[in-house]
T-cell receptor, first 115, second 114 residues
Framework: DAGITQSPRHKVTETGTPVTLRCHQTENHRYMYWYRQDPGHGLRLIHYSYGVKDTDKGEVSDGYSVSRSKTEDFLLTLESATSSQTSVYFC??????????????FGDGTRLSIL | QQQVKQSPQSLIVQKGGIPIINCAYENTAFDYFPWYQQFPGKGPALLIAIRPDVSEKKEGRFTISFNKSAKQFSLHIMDSQPGDSATYFCAASMRSGNTGKLIFGQGTTLQVKP
């Protein structure tokens, strides 16, 4: 168990509202990632972090922002949710020392529905 | 090209059969190829991984075959069981930048019938 907790696990909200998803880890790993999973697309990287206050964009970052003020928490924010952001969101961590080519462990996801 | 193409989209086999899932990539800078298994309501879990300096890797009933020249790799599940019914994802990443970012295939839903 890599000690990853995602919250909330399920959320339904309306278009235009802000939404924040939280990923919490208990093992002080440096690298953390946010992916979204959609049918036919597999998992796609939204943003990732390589340290406190150090973040970068992934392949589908438009409409999302992230913050990491503490090693253990990585937040994903949808500033103004749209229906196209309805998805299952997964947080992951790298357990290797520098994050390169090390197995990534995933949380159990947040199912987000935007009406 | 950053894509990883996975096929088939779905697969049904009888218990004891050997399902094979295939993936292809374009970017020769990829040098780490993991496979993930996902059950409904759960996150993907690392199953097995391979680097391009080997052509095959086995872990229990799971085998990865890797063809560097063809830029293809595949997952074989020996003596498949109903408990193997899940969605499987291949992925790829590269060393440059040391970020560990993964590019995933589209996923294959496997059903193993008793």
């Amino acid at each position: 168990d890599a000690g990853i907790t995602q919250s909330p696990r399920h959320k339904v909200t309306e278009t235009g509202t802000p939404v924040t998803l939280r990923c919490h880890q208990t093992e002080n790993h440096r690298y953390m990632y946010w992916y979204r999973q959609d049918p036919g697309h597999g998992l796609r990287l939204i943003h990732y972090s390589y340290g406190v206050k150090d973040t970068d964009k992934g392949e589908v970052s438009d409409g999302y922002s992230v913050s990491r003020s503490k090693t253990e928490d990585f937040l994903l924010t949808l500033e103004s949710a749209t229906s196209s952001q309805t998805s299952v969101y997964f947080c992951a961590i790298s357990v290797g020392g520098r994050g390169s080519n090390q197995p990534q462990h995933f949380g159990d996801g947040t199912r987000l529905s935007i009406l | 090209q950053q894509q990883v193409k996975q096929s088939p989209q779905s697969l049904i086999v009888q218990k004891g059969g050997i399902p094979i899932i295939n993936c292809a990539y374009e970017n020769t800078a990829f040098d780490y190829f993991p496979w993930y298994q996902q059950f409904p309501g759960k996150g993907p879990a690392l199953l097995i991984a391979i680097r391009p300096d080997v052509s095959e890797k086995k872990e229990g009933r799971f085998t990865i075959s890797f063809n560097k020249s063809a830029k293809q790799f595949s997952l074989h599940i020996m003596d498949s069981q109903p408990g193997d019914s899940a969605t499987y994802f291949c992925a790829a990443s590269m060393r440059s930048g040391n970020t560990g970012k993964l590019i995933f295939g589209q996923g294959t839903t496997l059903q193993v019938k008793p």
